[in-house]
């Protein structure tokens, strides 16, 4: 049974860097099979995906975080990481790391982290 684990500051001041790292269990992070998503959510506004890392280290982004954004992986850990750069408070939210389905619904991923809530402020 796959476990994701988001680990991570819960503050962050504007400007500076926000780095999340999610610990999987019960599941390699390069097994072809699946891919691995970070999404955060907003209250009221529902979840957006931000990014994928694919089993063989292959990244996508949503256009919108794509100059801030990085995804990465240390396979030795079973762990994947998130950067997001020049942070706002607009960025404010709570993270989630999931696995993601072939389709790459957000609404489709079975196996989620319990998310970590993060605030942008001075």
């Known amino acids: 049974q796959v476990q994701l684990q988001e680990s991570g500051p819960g503050l962050v001041n504007p400007s500076q860097t926000l780095s999340l790292t999610c610990t999987v269990s019960?599941?390699?992070?390069?097994?072809?099979?699946?891919?691995w998503s970070w999404i955060r959510q907003t209250p009221g506004k529902g979840p957006e995906w931000m990014g994928v890392?694919?089993?063989?280290?292959?990244?996508y982004y949503t256009p919108s975080l794509k100059s801030r954004i990085s995804i990465s992986r240390d396979t030795s850990k079973n762990q994947f990481s998130l950067q997001l750069v020049s942070m706002n408070p607009e960025d404010t939210a709570v993270y989630y790391c999931?696995?993601?389905?072939?389709?790459?619904?957000?609404?489709?991923?079975?196996?989620w982290g319990q998310g970590t809530q993060v605030t942008v402020s001075s």
């Open positions: 999931a696995r993601s389905s072939r389709s790459n619904f957000v609404s489709d991923f079975a196996y």
């Open positions: 019960g599941g390699s992070i390069i097994m072809n099979y699946y891919a």
């Open positions: 890392i694919l089993q063989d280290g292959t990244t």
